[in-house]
């Protein structure tokens, strides 16, 4: 479907000079086939998701729709109150917040965090008064529970981004990528997670993986990688990618590429090592790791 062009030579680019060692090439992609049917549950939040999942956890979304919280960061006005969960023997589970809080975000993640062959499930979770936090929760007996969480964020109207999983610093246990305050100067923030904590073990700003108002959260991708797993993300202009690994100096740019202009939807896998999104110019690009 990729169709390489001259004009690819002129995109690719390249790298940093620090590091020789990866490089991110940029490609004409065609448009993305029309997407499938979407799955809803019932009262499901207008505009979220359902994750499926493979182990204890069937399905998971958003639900209770409420406009108690005006951030209207995420395209409306309109948030969860409520996480639930279909387990895989098709038992019913509903977390309900408090009225002082709600779940800013369009799709629960379910990742087995702690290797004990159950999933848990991340889930933006903020607070009217103190704004996002990053939550984790689980199923436990008959209920949902939540097994840690980062601090708020300190203020209303102060959002976070979820990453994603992976092994970043290398020690064989899954890591959770963050990018806080992503339209105000993002901050990449990692998080060992051991219940009840959420440890943020490194840091960089100079990011972003959203845009005020959209409802694509995937700009910024992991990207699985021999000893350490991988960041993809725009920087803070949405105009360029950079490619990030953790080291135990701190974060470090691997490679960066220009973009056309700024990238404007989720990045979409498209191979082991690439990924498609469209630009606010409308056009379709790849960008590959190599
Ligand atoms: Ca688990
Ligand atoms: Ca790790």
New binding site residues.
Partial sequence: MIAPIAMCVALAAVSSAAAASAVLELHEAEPPEPAATVERRPDQLPGSHVARGSANIAAAWLAGPTSRYDHAVLGDGIEASQLAVETRGGGMLVHTLPATRVFEDLAPRLADLDGDGEDEILVVETDAARGASLAVYAVAGDGIARKAMTPFLGQSYRWLNPLGVG?????????IALVATPHIGGRLRLY?YTAPTLTRFAEIGGVSTHAIGSRELGLGRVVPYTDRDRFLLPDQSHRALRLLEWTPDGIREMAHVALPSAIETSLEPTGNDRWRFRTRAGRYLEVRVH
């Fill in positions: 092994d970043f610093d290398g020690d064989g246990r899954l890591d060992r």
